[in-house]
């Protein structure tokens, strides 16, 4: 089992910038893909951005690709999402989720675990 909670939401205007944290338990942390998806009110769950176990591996949406950066540190049993540059369109609560496939997926039933997810509201 692993749990993951999100954190770093909030209250941003447009051009500026947020960092979302996801802290995971369980000791296999390291064995799992990473991935950041969003969902905005009367919209589908819908993928932002993934990593490989090792953070070797990125994947991004179009739509956040050159404004966002995902991260990891194993060793603190963590990812993170660096968004620059935010838009009003980016306005979502962020989920976390882990795979036990060791390689990322925007495919959101790849995806074994979620995290409870976290609000990003941009402002114009």
């Known amino acids: 089992q692993v749990q993951l909670v999100e954190s770093g939401g909030g209250l941003v205007q447009a051009g500026g910038s947020l960092r979302l944290s996801c802290a995971a338990s369980?000791?296999?942390?390291?064995?799992?893909?990473m991935g950041w998806f969003r969902q905005a009110p009367g919209k589908e769950r819908e993928f932002v951005a993934a990593?490989?176990?090792?953070?070797?591996?990125?994947y991004y949406a179009d739509s956040v690709k050159g404004r966002f950066t995902i991260s990891r540190d194993n060793a603190k049993n963590t990812v993170y999402l660096q968004m620059n540059s935010l838009k009003p369109e980016d306005t979502a609560v962020y989920y976390c989720?882990?795979?036990?496939?060791?390689?990322?997926?925007?495919?959101?039933?790849?995806?074994?675990?979620w995290g409870q997810g976290t609000q990003v509201t941009v402002s114009s």
């Open positions: 369980g000791r296999t942390f390291s064995s799992y893909a």
């Open positions: 989720a882990a795979a036990v496939s060791p390689m990322g997926s925007s495919w959101y039933m790849a995806y074994d675990y």
């Open positions: 990593t490989s176990w090792s953070g070797g591996s990125t």
